[in-house]
């Protein structure tokens, strides 16, 4: 008998046992993360034309070539974003998708607010990628409205363009046309005019005048303004009659663009 | 002894699994909320994620059940009484991918006069609506496919009807009521509930299993001409379809965007269109602007354009190829405008073949024969 409430005291014990630990919630578990202090950044995106605000569809602009030119919309991609601090680090943003998505015929768009905290500090500089790298500007990585319109053809290299300005200027005989201002990635083409290699055309941009400081629990607002006449100079002069319309398929066209935007970018205010 | 242990173990057992058991919060019967069978979308390969569904119209199987009786029931027209039949089929016929093949619709007579209207634009397909970003229509003035629905009922381009009609009539035919009941959770029958479940089945019109789509997928391959043509159709030293109609990422082939594509030179005063994009948005350069359709089954929908100028898919490629015509207001991807005027891409005859080859890779015929979007067998 004594064996037998030995035995029912273990069981009814291994029991209790059994019952608390099965029961015992899920609690959360503790943020190992170091804890950094940090504010939040939202991007504001602007577009000038001669440090005016574009009036879209009126071709009342000239480039430094003398073109006459207008502006329909510009979308493009802004990624790998990175924050710089003296003495060489550097933190890239990575927010949840790791890329914006700026549309003028969108005013969403228009505004990032950034999810990752920035660590305080004083930061020196910002840069950014127009577009995305080799490795990132993955074909059908997007298939929703509107960055799968941003599609790139897969005969072109694939993944997504870079850049559109759809614009519209006044040719050689006085008539206004269309031009598919777009950059992305390049190509080369046999004697046969058959594609047989690819270029990438994707450039960092380093903003001038971009250094700030954020404390603790602050949120910088960064304006970062597109001056769209710069895309057509400095160092190349680009020329509309000479490219017409279309570029995508001519990378001497595109390579002018590219190389002129290094400075196609600039901050309109940090606060 | 040793079924004492057995006894005790047994218990030790049930114990553990009991006490773990959440408490549910227990629902009298009588109480519970409806809840319908939820339809369950497959979303094919690179297809949007994004759908257009309505909160308040969530997609359940007994909702697209009914839908699809309503949509093919000629008496939802609510004119019986006048010997007039007509629902959403009589236009939107499937073998045309749900449109109806000659262009504009005509509604059903004026009571009075005895005459018929007809649309504003030549019919729109239902196909692949599901992912249409709530601009419905030519011009993109309708956000939801419920709204076209209860929009149709009083056209008088369509069905000329009244809600007080189509009302009365669907629920005097005896197999509504318990299939509202299924759907909604009672028998009752509203202009609400109608277009509601016609929006369900419209949005299950899905096409995706095109020749091109099963390249892409890898399932079959194309042949030269068709791939030469698909060349064409993604370059802008080719016919650059692409930028409105996508490619083998965006398979939609539509971007569900607006453009002038050069078709006219004029579009004020005598040639102003009271239902281009312009008079939904205000903006002068949607003057003569009008939705880019899907090229998904194009083959099956002409005539082509808003207002059907052009009959065949050699007319609309021949158009692209060489008669553009400019205006201030052409869209600016239409590139290819380049003065002394009508001209256009500038195709070869034999990249003209191939540039149709590909265009008609597009054509679905798994959607045009789907027995799920065809009448229900039994509907008179």
């Given at each position: 008998?004594?064996?037998?409430?030995?035995?029912?005291?273990?069981?009814?014990?291994?029991?209790?046992?059994?019952?608390?630990?099965?029961?015992?919630?899920?609690?959360?578990?503790?943020?190992?993360?170091?804890?950094?202090?940090?504010?939040?950044?939202?991007?504001?995106?602007?577009?000038?034309?001669?440090?005016?605000?574009?009036?879209?569809?009126?071709?009342?602009?000239?480039?430094?070539?003398?073109?006459?030119?207008?502006?329909?919309?510009?979308?493009?991609?802004?990624?790998?974003?990175?924050?710089?601090?003296?003495?060489?680090?550097?933190?890239?943003?990575?927010?949840?998708?790791?890329?914006?998505?700026?549309?003028?015929?969108?005013?969403?768009?228009?505004?990032?607010?950034?999810?990752?905290?920035?660590?305080?500090?004083?930061?020196?500089?910002?840069?950014?990628?127009?577009?995305?790298?080799?490795?990132?500007?993955?074909?059908?990585?997007?298939?929703?409205?509107?960055?799968?319109?941003?599609?790139?053809?897969?005969?072109?290299?694939?993944?997504?363009?870079?850049?559109?300005?759809?614009?519209?200027?006044?040719?050689?005989?006085?008539?206004?046309?269309?031009?598919?201002?777009?950059?992305?990635?390049?190509?080369?083409?046999?004697?046969?005019?058959?594609?047989?290699?690819?270029?990438?055309?994707?450039?960092?941009?380093?903003?001038?005048?971009?250094?700030?400081?954020?404390?603790?629990?602050?949120?910088?607002?960064?304006?970062?303004?597109?001056?769209?006449?710069?895309?057509?100079?400095?160092?190349?002069?680009?020329?509309?009659?000479?490219?017409?319309?279309?570029?995508?398929?001519?990378?001497?066209?595109?390579?002018?663009?590219?190389?002129?935007?290094?400075?196609?970018?600039?901050?309109?205010?940090?606060? | 002894?040793?079924?004492?242990?057995?006894?005790?173990?047994?218990?030790?057992?049930?114990?553990?699994?009991?006490?773990?058991?959440?408490?549910?919060?227990?629902?009298?019967?009588?109480?519970?909320?409806?809840?319908?069978?939820?339809?369950?979308?497959?979303?094919?390969?690179?297809?949007?994620?994004?759908?257009?569904?309505?909160?308040?119209?969530?997609?359940?199987?007994?909702?697209?059940?009914?839908?699809?009786?309503?949509?093919?029931?000629?008496?939802?027209?609510?004119?019986?009484?006048?010997?007039?039949?007509?629902?959403?089929?009589?236009?939107?016929?499937?073998?045309?991918?749900?449109?109806?093949?000659?262009?504009?619709?005509?509604?059903?007579?004026?009571?009075?006069?005895?005459?018929?209207?007809?649309?504003?634009?030549?019919?729109?397909?239902?196909?692949?609506?599901?992912?249409?970003?709530?601009?419905?229509?030519?011009?993109?003035?309708?956000?939801?496919?419920?709204?076209?629905?209860?929009?149709?009922?009083?056209?008088?381009?369509?069905?000329?009807?009244?809600?007080?009609?189509?009302?009365?009539?669907?629920?005097?035919?005896?197999?509504?009521?318990?299939?509202?009941?299924?759907?909604?959770?009672?028998?009752?029958?509203?202009?609400?509930?109608?277009?509601?479940?016609?929006?369900?089945?419209?949005?299950?019109?899905?096409?995706?299993?095109?020749?091109?789509?099963?390249?892409?997928?890898?399932?079959?391959?194309?042949?030269?001409?068709?791939?030469?043509?698909?060349?064409?159709?993604?370059?802008?030293?080719?016919?650059?379809?692409?930028?409105?109609?996508?490619s083998e990422g965006a398979p939609l082939f539509t971007t569900n965007l607006f453009y002038n594509n050069a078709k006219d030179s004029f579009f004020t005063g005598i040639y102003e269109d009271p239902h281009d994009r312009y008079h939904i948005t205000g903006d002068p350069m949607d003057l003569g602007a009008y939705k880019a359709t899907t090229l998904i089954n194009i083959e099956k929908t002409g005539p082509y354009m808003h207002d059907g100028r052009f009959q065949t898919l050699d007319d609309v490629i021949a158009f692209y190829n060489?008669?553009?015509?400019?205006?201030?207001?052409?869209?600016?991807?239409?590139?290819?405008?380049?003065?002394?005027?009508?001209?256009?891409?500038?195709?070869?005859?034999?990249?003209?073949?191939?540039?149709?080859?590909?265009?008609?890779?597009?054509?679905?015929?798994?959607?045009?024969?789907?027995?799920?979007?065809?009448?229900?067998?039994?509907?008179p």
């Amino acid at each position: 008998m004594n064996k037998l409430f030995k035995l029912l005291l273990l069981t009814l014990f291994s029991v209790i046992l059994i019952a608390f630990y099965s029961c015992k919630k899920d609690e959360p578990k503790p943020d190992n993360s170091p804890s950094e202090k940090s504010g939040k950044f939202i991007f504001k995106f602007n577009h000038v034309i001669d440090g005016q605000n574009i009036e879209y569809d009126n071709i009342k602009y000239v480039n430094e070539a003398g073109n006459h030119y207008g502006v329909n919309v510009i979308q493009y991609f802004v990624t790998d974003v990175t924050l710089h601090k003296s003495g060489g680090t550097s933190m890239m943003i990575d927010d949840w998708t790791d890329f914006a998505y700026v549309d003028t015929d969108i005013p969403t768009t228009l505004t990032w607010e950034v999810f990752d905290p920035i660590p305080i500090g004083i930061y020196d500089s910002i840069t950014f990628t127009l577009g995305f790298n080799e490795v990132k500007n993955q074909s059908f990585m997007f298939v929703n409205p509107p960055e799968v319109n941003m599609v790139w053809p897969e005969y072109l290299g694939g993944g997504y363009h870079y850049l559109k300005i759809n614009t519209k200027w006044i040719d050689t005989t006085n008539v206004a046309r269309g031009c598919a201002w777009h950059l992305g990635i390049g190509q080369t083409y046999d004697s046969l005019n058959v594609v047989n290699g690819f270029i990438q055309n994707y450039f960092n941009i380093s903003l001038p005048n971009s250094a700030f400081e954020i404390t603790e629990d602050d949120t910088k607002e960064i304006q970062i303004v597109m001056n769209v006449e710069n895309w057509f100079k400095n160092p190349n002069t680009y020329n509309f009659d000479e490219f017409g319309g279309d570029i995508m398929q001519t990378q001497a066209a595109m390579i002018l663009g590219c190389e002129n935007g290094h400075d196609v970018f600039t901050i309109g205010y940090i606060q | 002894m040793k079924n004492i242990k057995y006894f005790l173990i047994l218990i030790g057992l049930i114990v553990f699994i009991s006490a773990c058991k959440k408490d549910e919060p227990t629902v009298p019967e009588d109480d519970a909320p409806f809840m319908a069978t939820p339809y369950v979308f497959d979303i094919p390969n690179h297809f949007p994620t994004i759908m257009n569904i309505p909160e308040d119209n969530p997609m359940t199987v007994e909702g697209v059940e009914l839908g699809r009786y309503l949509y093919y029931d000629e008496r939802l027209a609510g004119r019986e009484d006048e010997g007039l039949y007509m629902s959403c089929a009589t236009c939107h016929i499937q073998e045309h991918s749900f449109e109806n093949g000659v262009g504009f619709g005509y509604g059903l007579p004026d009571s009075v006069t005895g005459i018929s209207k007809h649309t504003s634009h030549v019919m729109l397909p239902h196909i692949n609506l599901i992912w249409n970003p709530g601009t419905y229509g030519w011009n993109g003035s309708v956000a939801l496919i419920e709204d076209d629905v209860v929009g149709v009922i009083t056209d008088p381009a369509e069905f000329n009807s009244t809600y007080e009609k189509v009302v009365n009539t669907i629920s005097n035919i005896p197999m509504y009521p318990p299939m509202f009941e299924k759907a909604f959770g009672t028998p009752e029958i509203t202009i609400d509930r109608i277009s509601k479940a016609i929006a369900q089945f419209v949005r299950t019109l899905i096409a995706s299993d095109s020749k091109a789509h099963k390249v892409f997928r890898g399932e079959v391959n194309f042949t030269d001409a068709e791939r030469r043509g698909l060349i064409l159709f993604t370059t802008e030293q080719g016919a650059d379809c692409f930028h409105c109609h996508g490619s083998e990422g965006a398979p939609l082939f539509t971007t569900n965007l607006f453009y002038n594509n050069a078709k006219d030179s004029f579009f004020t005063g005598i040639y102003e269109d009271p239902h281009d994009r312009y008079h939904i948005t205000g903006d002068p350069m949607d003057l003569g602007a009008y939705k880019a359709t899907t090229l998904i089954n194009i083959e099956k929908t002409g005539p082509y354009m808003h207002d059907g100028r052009f009959q065949t898919l050699d007319d609309v490629i021949a158009f692209y190829n060489g008669k553009l015509k400019w205006s201030p207001y052409a869209d600016p991807l239409m590139h290819k405008l380049i003065p002394p005027y009508e001209n256009g891409a500038e195709l070869t005859p034999f990249q003209i073949a191939d540039l149709k080859a590909f265009i008609l890779t597009l054509t679905d015929e798994t959607f045009l024969t789907n027995p799920d979007f065809a009448k229900p067998v039994g509907l008179p």
